[in-house]
């Protein structure tokens, strides 16, 4: 299984930011699936998940923005109530520490996309447990 | 290796009566010479007469940058115009510049005494230098250029900008040695990386020499590791002939000062009180040679001390320290006095910082500090670039005792100069 790749974009807080990078990947012809911005004091990190990642770094990158490529882990769980405490719990006894995470619900699926450092240790841990991580192109398809 | 062995291993003796002599020449020279000089020893009830030794030396008065300026523009000449051939200015962003005259011996000794320098750093008849400063007024890029020529070199005066151009000249005339600006320096190495070129095996550089601009050892370590070259320190100022005023030998570990051209005192940058050797103040320097337009006492701005121990290399001419920070350069932010290199220190040796940046100092003495981020440094994660914040943010405030605000650019947002950068911008108003 391919690993699933988020594009990251360093970008300053200024406006106009989110637009520019948007066209360039519009122009591009580069679809994107999910976003995400993590901003802080002044700067921010814009995380995209879109069909052509290779395509999108090197576009971006040869604009002049600097990215790089977060691996992450898609896992489907159950939607109901539970599911979440369930997961998070089982990955915090095996320890692993999550950095970034976003969560969805679509057509009836429940999706949670996770950040870590220990990439190896929480698909173990989705594996134990018998969850199901979806491929890029299944969560692309989506 | 040597270029005038006589002079530059000289007994401290026999260069201390040299001294003396070229001293008492140039003190009588401007009395006889230069109106300004006379009324100035006059205000100050000393005559050439009071020149025994080099010690009498502090009974002088200072010559300040403003009384050049003055003087603009032939006030401090010492000998008729038909015998000058040359004039140089710097910089004056604001009113007149410093008018700088030159006769047809002062460029020749002026290119002796760089050809001492460049043969200092082994650099020999063999290499190639590309001089990639602005050839024009600003003295550095000519008096290189003559210096070169005099050791033998073949120069490739293709003055700054037009990397790429720049880049296809040091391939087809095989460039062993580069004369640019620091910034500059950072710039190239960044325009080769993006190229996909590699300096150690796609061309010839092994020297690089760099001026005009402050930088500190982080910046020269970082040019090093990124162009695989030996980078020197040089000193010098327009004022003084531009480059070559000091230099240092391949030991690297402080710059030989030419003390048959020039004598140096070290003073007090506020009081102007003469400091005893070794101990860290303003250059002050007197001319030794020059006869167009010798200067008495001149006051560099520039805060360096004395190294007193004598150096491997065998040259008797004393070492300065690299220079720490220019008296004009010091930034007051609430009561705190600092320089601006000790924040460029601390950026250049933190990674994920990238090779430009900005401080800018705003109403209400708000010292923020803008910083480019490595590209290859960048994993995607917020939480990496709070981090190098934070760090920077620390270790800035543990440097200068006053606390900035970071903020992190895009690698090339900030404007890069091909000549002089410009780091510092104030806007406060007092």
């Given at each position: 299984?391919?690993?699933?790749?988020?594009v990251?974009v360093?970008a300053?807080n200024?406006?106009?930011?989110?637009a520019?990078?948007?066209?360039?990947l519009?122009e591009?012809g580069?679809?994107?699936?999910w976003?995400g911005?993590?901003?802080?004091?002044?700067?921010?990190?814009i995380?995209?998940?879109?069909?052509?990642?290779?395509?999108?770094?090197?576009v971006?990158k040869?604009?002049?923005f600097?990215?790089?490529?977060?691996?992450i882990?898609a896992v489907?769980?159950a939607?109901e109530?539970g599911?979440?405490?369930?997961?998070?719990?089982?990955?915090a006894?095996a320890?692993v520490?999550?950095k970034?995470?976003?969560g969805?619900?679509?057509?009836?699926?429940?999706?949670?996309l996770i950040?870590?450092?220990?990439?190896?240790?929480a698909?173990?841990?989705v594996r134990?447990q018998?969850?199901h991580?979806l491929?890029?192109?299944?969560?692309l398809?989506? | 290796?040597?270029?005038q062995?006589?002079?530059?291993l000289l007994?401290?003796?026999?260069l201390?009566r040299?001294?003396?002599?070229?001293l008492?020449?140039t003190?009588a020279?401007v009395?006889?010479?230069v109106p300004?000089?006379?009324?100035r020893?006059?205000?100050a009830?000393?005559?050439?007469?009071a020149?025994?030794?080099?010690?009498?030396l502090?009974?002088?008065?200072f010559?300040?940058?403003?009384?050049?300026?003055?003087?603009?523009?032939?006030?401090l000449?010492?000998?008729?115009?038909?015998?000058?051939?040359r004039?140089h200015?710097s910089?004056?962003?604001?009113?007149?510049p410093?008018a700088?005259y030159?006769?047809?011996?002062?460029?020749e000794?002026?290119a002796?005494?760089?050809a001492?320098?460049?043969?200092?750093?082994?650099a020999t008849?063999?290499?190639?230098l590309?001089n990639?400063?602005?050839?024009?007024?600003?003295?550095?890029?000519?008096m290189?250029?003559?210096?070169?020529?005099?050791?033998g070199?073949?120069i490739v005066p293709s003055?700054p900008?037009?990397?790429?151009?720049?880049?296809k000249?040091?391939?087809?005339?095989r460039?062993t040695?580069?004369?640019?600006t620091?910034s500059y320096?950072l710039?190239l190495a960044?325009y080769?990386e993006?190229?996909?070129?590699?300096p150690?095996?796609?061309?010839?550089i092994?020297i690089v020499?760099v001026?005009?601009?402050?930088y500190?050892?982080?910046?020269?370590a970082r040019?090093?590791a990124?162009l695989?070259?030996?980078v020197f320190?040089c000193?010098?100022?327009s004022?003084m002939n531009?480059?070559?005023?000091?230099?240092e030998?391949?030991e690297k570990s402080g710059l030989?000062?030419w003390e048959?051209?020039y004598l140096?005192?070290i003073?007090?940058p506020e009081?102007?009180?003469?400091?005893?050797?070794?101990?860290?103040?303003?250059?002050?320097l007197?001319?030794l040679c020059?006869e167009?337009m010798?200067?008495?006492?001149y006051?560099t701005?520039?805060?360096?001390?004395?190294?007193?121990?004598?150096c491997?290399c065998g040259?008797v001419?004393?070492r300065?320290?690299?220079i720490?920070g220019?008296?004009?350069d010091m930034?007051?932010?609430?009561?705190?006095n600092?320089y601006?290199q000790?924040?460029?220190?601390v950026?250049?040796g933190?990674?994920g910082?990238?090779?430009?940046?900005q401080i800018?100092?705003e109403?209400?003495d708000e010292l923020t500090?803008?910083?480019e981020l490595?590209?290859s440094?960048?994993?995607?994660?917020?939480?990496?670039l709070?981090?190098?914040?934070?760090?920077?943010?620390?270790?800035?405030?543990?440097?200068?005792?006053v606390k900035?605000?970071?903020?992190?650019?895009?690698?090339?947002s900030?404007p890069?100069?091909?000549?002089?950068?410009?780091?510092v911008i104030d806007?406060?108003t007092?």
């Amino acid at each position: 299984m391919n690993p699933t790749k988020l594009v990251a974009v360093f970008a300053e807080n200024h406006t106009g930011r989110l637009a520019r990078c948007a066209g360039i990947l519009a122009e591009s012809g580069v679809n994107i699936h999910w976003l995400g911005i993590a901003g802080v004091n002044g700067f921010g990190v814009i995380r995209f998940l879109v069909d052509k990642t290779d395509l999108a770094y090197r576009v971006l990158k040869s604009r002049g923005f600097t990215c790089s490529l977060p691996e992450i882990l898609a896992v489907e769980m159950a939607d109901e109530p539970g599911s979440l405490h369930f997961l998070t719990s089982k990955l915090a006894e095996a320890g692993v520490n999550l950095k970034n995470c976003s969560g969805f619900v679509f057509n009836g699926r429940a999706i949670i996309l996770i950040e870590t450092d220990q990439l190896e240790a929480a698909r173990r841990v989705v594996r134990e447990q018998d969850l199901h991580e979806l491929s890029e192109e299944e969560l692309l398809s989506l | 290796m040597f270029w005038q062995k006589e002079i530059e291993l000289l007994r401290r003796d026999e260069l201390r009566r040299l001294q003396t002599e070229r001293l008492r020449k140039t003190v009588a020279a401007v009395w006889e010479r230069v109106p300004f000089y006379r009324k100035r020893f006059g205000e100050a009830g000393v005559g050439p007469e009071a020149i025994g030794s080099i010690e009498d030396l502090c009974q002088l008065p200072f010559t300040t940058a403003e009384d050049v300026r003055r003087s603009y523009p032939e006030g401090l000449l010492a000998a008729p115009r038909s015998e000058v051939v040359r004039v140089h200015t710097s910089s004056g962003t604001t009113g007149n510049p410093k008018a700088i005259y030159f006769s047809r011996r002062d460029l020749e000794t002026a290119a002796d005494v760089m050809a001492r320098c460049l043969t200092m750093t082994g650099a020999t008849k063999e290499d190639v230098l590309q001089n990639m400063m602005t050839y024009g007024l600003f003295t550095g890029a000519l008096m290189m250029h003559y210096g070169a020529e005099r050791v033998g070199m073949l120069i490739v005066p293709s003055g700054p900008g037009h990397t790429e151009r720049q880049v296809k000249l040091m391939r087809d005339f095989r460039t062993t040695i580069l004369h640019l600006t620091p910034s500059y320096a950072l710039y190239l190495a960044d325009y080769l990386e993006r190229q996909g070129i590699d300096p150690r095996k796609d061309l010839r550089i092994r020297i690089v020499y760099v001026g005009a601009e402050a930088y500190t050892e982080e910046t020269r370590a970082r040019i090093e590791a990124a162009l695989g070259v030996d980078v020197f320190n040089c000193y010098g100022l327009s004022e003084m002939n531009g480059p070559g005023v000091a230099f240092e030998c391949l030991e690297k570990s402080g710059l030989h000062l030419w003390e048959d051209q020039y004598l140096m005192e070290i003073v007090d940058p506020e009081s102007g009180r003469p400091l005893p050797e070794g101990e860290r103040g303003e250059l002050v320097l007197t001319t030794l040679c020059r006869e167009a337009m010798p200067l008495i006492r001149y006051r560099t701005r520039d805060i360096t001390r004395i190294l007193p121990e004598p150096c491997p290399c065998g040259r008797v001419h004393r070492r300065i320290e690299r220079i720490s920070g220019r008296a004009d350069d010091m930034l007051i932010v609430r009561g705190v006095n600092f320089y601006p290199q000790q924040i460029e220190q601390v950026l250049m040796g933190v990674r994920g910082v990238g090779r430009n940046y900005q401080i800018l100092l705003e109403q209400a003495d708000e010292l923020t500090v803008r910083v480019e981020l490595s590209a290859s440094a960048f994993d995607g994660r917020v939480e990496g670039l709070r981090a190098l914040q934070e760090t920077l943010e620390r270790a800035i405030r543990e440097e200068i005792l006053v606390k900035p605000k970071i903020e992190l650019v895009s690698p090339g947002s900030l404007p890069v100069s091909e000549g002089k950068a410009k780091r510092v911008i104030d806007n406060r108003t007092l």
